[in-house]
C-alpha cells in the first residue's frame, strides 16, 4: 500500500483503512449550518435538514487538499454552498457563488496557486461551480404611452423605483431585454417611431444605457428575452416584417449579438421569459398565429438549445413578464384582461398552475430580479390607466401589495437585474 497512514477512521478491528492521498477523515458526520475545514482533511456532510455553509481557510499552500462527502445523499434537497474565505476557487474570487446541488457527489479539492486557488479534482458537476453572485440591482427602460418612450428608472438593492432618467438610444416598445456578463444588461430589437428595429442597446453594471448599436439579424418586436448559462443572454420569438417567428439571437458574455438562429417551438408574439435553475431559461405564454391566447412553454438549456413546446398549464394570455426569484426559481406574472394571476415556475422547469395575485390586474407590465433572490414588477395598464405601480416579489415568490411606483406610468418597458454590488 502506498500513501500516507492516517488514524483509522470507524474501524475498531485494527484493520488499517487505506486513506485518500493523506486525507484524515472525521469521524463525526457533520449536520449544522456552518463548517470550517482545514486543509488535510475529509467531512461527510448531512444535509437532510438543512443547508450546510462550507468556509475554506483563509490561507492555504500549493497541494492543499480537502474532501468533501455527500453523506446522506441530500445535496439535491438542501445543497452545500462553499464560501473560498477570501481565496480563489477555479479562478473566481469569492464574490462569486459556489455550491453543489447534486445528490450523491463527492467534491476533491487542491489549493493550487493564488491565480487558479481552490480546483476541484473531482466533483461531478464541475461545471456548476462558481456562478456569477446574483443582481442586486435593476433597470426599467423605454415602454410607450401611446407615445415612444426611452425613459429609465433604476432600481435600488432594496427595490425601491427611482425617478425618470435620462434615456438612451431610440424611444420605443415591443423591446426586451436581458442580463449578460453576469452584472450588465442588453436591450434589443422593438419597435420605434420609424417602424420595427434591430438595434440594440447596453447597459453598464451601474445602469448607464449607451446610444444604439446596429444589432445583427432580422428587426422584430414583440420577442422575449432571458439570460442562460453563465453569463450569457438570448432574444427569440416576436413578430418580424412578414409574421410570428421563432427565431433566435444569442447574445455572448460582452453584449454581441449573434444573427439569426432556428429557434423551437411555435412561433407566437408578446411572450415572456426568465431564467431558472441552474443556468437555464424558460419562454411562455403569447399570442399565436391566427388563432387565441396560448399558454405554451419552451425550455432552453443551458448551452441556448430552445426546446421543442411543452403543453402549458394556467390561463392563456399575451402581454405578461417574468423573472426569477429565490436562488433558482421563477415566476410568471399578470397579462392580457386583465388578469392578476401569477405562475411559478420550479427548479426544473415545470410550469405551476394559477394563483390569484396580489395588487392591480394589469397587462404590459415589466420585472426583474435584485437583492440577491427578490423580484419586482412594476408599470402596465390597466384600462384607461397607465401605471407606475410596483409589487414587491420576496423570495418564496410572494406577491405585496400595490406600492406607489415613481416614473413616468407607462407599460411595455421591460426590466433588466443588474450589479452584483448592492
Known amino acids: 500500500m502506498s500513501g500516507t497512514v492516517v488514524s483509522n477512521v470507524f474501524r475498531t478491528s485494527g484493520v488499517i ?14 449536520t449544522g449550518t456552518t463548517l470550517s475545514v482545514a486543509a488535510g482533511n475529509g467531512y461527510f456532510i448531512d444535509t437532510t435538514s438543512n443547508i450546510c455553509t462550507v468556509t475554506l481557510p483563509s490561507s492555504a499552500a500549493a497541494g492543499d487538499q480537502i474532501v468533501l462527502v455527500d453523506y446522506a445523499r441530500t445535496w439535491g434537497t438542501y445543497k ?10 477555479q479562478g473566481q474570487d469569492d ?25 476541484p479534482i473531482s466533483d461531478d458537476v464541475v461545471t456548476d461551480a462558481p456562478v456569477a453572485p446574483p443582481t442586486q440591482k435593476g433597470i426599467f427602460a423605454y415602454g410607450t404611452t401611446g407615445t415612444n418612450s426611452n425613459a429609465r428608472n433604476l432600481v435600488n438593492s432594496s427595490g425601491v423605483v427611482a425617478a425618470d432618467a435620462t434615456g438612451a438610444g431610440s424611444a420605443r416598445n415591443g423591446t426586451a431585454g436581458a442580463p449578460y456578463g453576469g452584472d450588465k444588461g442588453i436591450y ?118 430552445i426546446a421543442s413546446d411543452t403543453s402549458g398549464v394556467g390561463t392563456a394570455r399575451r402581454q405578461l413578464t417574468a423573472a426569477s426569484f429565490g436562488t433558482d426559481t421563477a415566476i410568471f406574472l399578470m397579462g392580457s384582461g386583465p388578469t392578476d394571476k401569477t405562475n411559478k415556475v420550479s427548479n426544473t422547469g415545470v410550469v405551476a398552475s394559477d394563483v390569484s395575485g396580489v395588487g392591480t390586474a394589469r397587462s404590459g407590465p415589466a420585472a426583474l430580479n435584485y437583492g440577491g433572490d427578490k423580484a419586482i414588477m412594476a408599470y402596465g395598464y390597466s384600462d384607461p390607466n397607465y401605471l407606475n405601480t410596483r409589487n414587491l416579489i420576496n423570495s418564496s415568490g410572494v406577491l405585496a401589495s400595490d406600492s406607489s411606483g415613481a416614473g413616468t406610468a407607462r407599460y411595455l418597458c421591460p426590466g433588466i437585474g443588474i450589479s452584483t454590488s448592492a
Do not use: C, H
Open 17 to 30: 483503512a487505506a486513506t485518500a492521498a493523506g486525507i484524515n477523515f472525521q469521524s463525526s458526520v457533520v
Open 80 to 89: 452545500i454552498v462553499i464560501d473560498s474565505n477570501g481565496l480563489n476557487f
Open 95 to 119: 464574490t462569486y457563488v459556489v455550491e453543489y446541488n447534486t445528490s450523491g457527489v463527492t467534491v476533491n479539492i487542491v489549493y493550487s496557486g493564488s491565480s487558479k486557488g481552490w480546483t
Open 188 to 305: 434589443a430589437y422593438g419597435t420605434a417611431n420609424s417602424g420595427k428595429t434591430a438595434v440594440s442597446n447596453l447597459v453598464t453594471a451601474a445602469g448607464v444605457v449607451s446610444n444604439d448599436v446596429s444589432a445583427v439579424g432580422t428587426p422584430k418586436t414583440a420577442m422575449a428575452a432571458a439570460g442562460y448559462g453563465a453569463d450569457l443572454a438570448l432574444f427569440a420569438y416576436g413578430s418580424d416584417a412578414s409574421a410570428y417567428t421563432n427565431t433566435k439571437n444569442l447574445v455572448n458574455n460582452v453584449g454581441v449579438v449573434a444573427s439569426d438562429a432556428t429557434g423551437g417551438g411555435t412561433a407566437r408574439v408578446n411572450l415572456a421569459a426568465a431564467r431558472f435553475g441552474d443556468g437555464q431559461a424558460i419562454f411562455a405564454f403569447g399570442y399565436l398565429t391566427g388563432a387565441p391566447n396560448t399558454n405554451l412553454s419552451n425550455k432552453v438549456s443551458n448551452t441556448g438549445v
